[in-house]
């Protein structure tokens, strides 16, 4: 099977396992997962059934991997920014004063 050179570059989850509760926390139902891209790992932990954090997980990597391919990123204004249109029209009215 042909590899896609784009595909060692791509987010792939390596593992989601049982574990004890990490430090500072209480309770049952804890899980350790890692997610690959090429040599790096990110581990994390989710409290959770197996099979419903396992989905979340899973949409996690293909999260990642859309911000991936994504030209900019997230779209659309930062929040909270001003439209450029207003920005300079109050700039241009404090220059008339």
């Known amino acids: 099977m042909a590899s896609d050179a784009g595909d060692d ?3 792939r989850l ?8 990490p430090s500072g926390q209480t309770g049952r139902n ?6 690959a891209q090429g040599e790096n790992i ?11 954090e396992t989905v979340e997980v899973e ?5 990642l991997n859309e911000r991936r391919h994504s030209p900019k990123g ?9 439209p450029a249109a207003q920005a300079s029209a109050r700039a241009a009215e404090s220059e008339d004063e």
């Open 42 to 52: 990110i581990k994390g932990y989710r409290q959770g059934d197996l099979k419903a």
């Open 74 to 82: 997230r779209r659309g204004p930062k929040p909270g920014g001003r």
């Open 30 to 35: 804890w899980l350790i997962y890692e997610i």
């Open 9 to 11: 570059e791509a987010f």
């Open 59 to 63: 949409k996690i990597v293909v999260s």
């Open 14 to 21: 390596l593992s989601i396992r049982p574990t004890s509760a």
